[in-house]
Structures are given as C-alpha cells and as structure tokens.
C-alpha cells in the first residue's frame, strides 16, 4: 500500500505541472498572436531605435523640451486661414515634442511615425488606419502627384532603397508637414530640405 501511495502521489504532482507548463504555452502563444496583429514594419529604418533614442522614455523629458518646441512653431512661416483644419493643428500641436520610439504611440510619452498618423488621423478624421507606413499607402490611400498635396494629405519617403516606403508624415500647408522623427520626436519639417527632398516617394490621399 505504501507503494501504491507514492506512485499515485508521483501521478498527481506530475500532472500538476503538465497542467502549470500547458497553461505558460498558451500564454505565451496568445501574447505572441496579439503582437502579430499589429502592423509593424521592422524594415522600416525610421521605425527602428537609432543612436539618438534612449531606451526609456519619460514625460520630463518632452516637458523640458516643450518651450523649445513651441518657439520653433511660432518662427514656422505657417498662416493659417479660415478653410484650414484648425483641429488638425491644434492636435499636432499637442504631440510635438514627443520623443520617438519604436513600436510606441502615445502623446507626450512617445511613438514612432507611423503611430503618429495613425493616433492622429483617428482624433481628427476619425478614420481608422494601418499601422505601417507601407501598408497605410497600400490600403488607405489614393495615390496623388506632389503637385496636388492638400492639407492632411500623407507623404511617403524611402530610405536607402528608392520605391521601399519607410517613413510617412501628415501634410499641412506651403511645404510643411509634421511627422515623428527618430532623432528629433514629433516635430514639422519643410519637404524643401534637402534630405525630404531627396528621399521623397510618394504622396497619397486617404480613402
């Protein structure tokens, strides 16, 4: 009989941890299917942490940069008119500023620039779209000439790879658009400087 114990004792502690290691490989295969819906793109070189993101982001510090960033706004030669979106600038106007990480899209926390858009587009137009600055071309946008930009239009650009889209940006007005940068947060920047310039893709007018 006290054989008998200890083998169905044994019986019942060995199921105990199927049971425990059945439960961890669900867990892990549920968090690995959520992270699987969303729409990164771990080609995208904007999207990637570069040598000026720190590994922790806290609010300090957007609020320490938060005058400067503000100042640089106002020497923006941006004039507003009674047809522009008012909403679209003044929530802008709350992200800038916000340091950029990848795979984050909060405001003043951080996000990368395909968050940005997207957090963007959904408080202003209430228009839900992708995640990714390819797929948000693919599957939001008609595509439009430069020419032809208007305010809340999306700008795509390259990196080293002509015709791989990995970055994109919210048009405003006379040659500015704003967009999350990995060295510099959300900021607004002129496709006049050399660099948008030359990297430009494409431009594209959601659906």
């Not at 916000?98 to 408080?123: H, I």
Request: glycine share 8%; with cysteine.
């Amino acid at each position: 009989m006290g054989f008998i114990y200890i083998d169905l004792t044994f019986v019942l502690i060995m199921n105990r941890y199927r049971i425990i290691l059945f439960l961890c490989v669900a867990v892990t295969m549920l968090s690995l299917l959520s992270c699987g819906k969303r729409n990164y793109n771990n080609d995208d070189i904007y999207d990637k942490p570069s040598k000026h993101t720190t590994a922790s982001v806290t609010h300090s510090s957007r609020t320490d940069e938060k005058g400067d960033v503000y100042k640089a706004w106002k020497r923006l030669d941006i004039k507003l008119g009674k047809e522009d979106n008012k909403e679209l600038y003044n929530e802008i106007k709350e992200w800038l500023g916000t340091p950029y990480k990848y795979a984050c899209e909060t405001k003043g926390v951080c996000t990368d620039c395909s968050g940005f858009v997207m957090k963007v587009y959904l408080a202003v137009y209430k228009k839900p779209i992708e995640r990714n600055s390819g797929r948000i071309f693919e599957k939001n946008c008609k595509p439009i000439s430069r020419n032809n930009l208007k305010e809340g239009d999306l700008v795509f650009f390259h990196g080293k790879n002509p015709g791989r889209i990995t970055h994109v940006g919210i048009y405003l007005k006379d040659g500015y658009f704003a967009h999350a940068s990995s060295s510099q947060g959300v900021t607004v920047n002129s496709l006049a400087q050399n660099y948008y310039n030359t990297h430009f893709e494409c431009a594209g007018r959601v659906k």
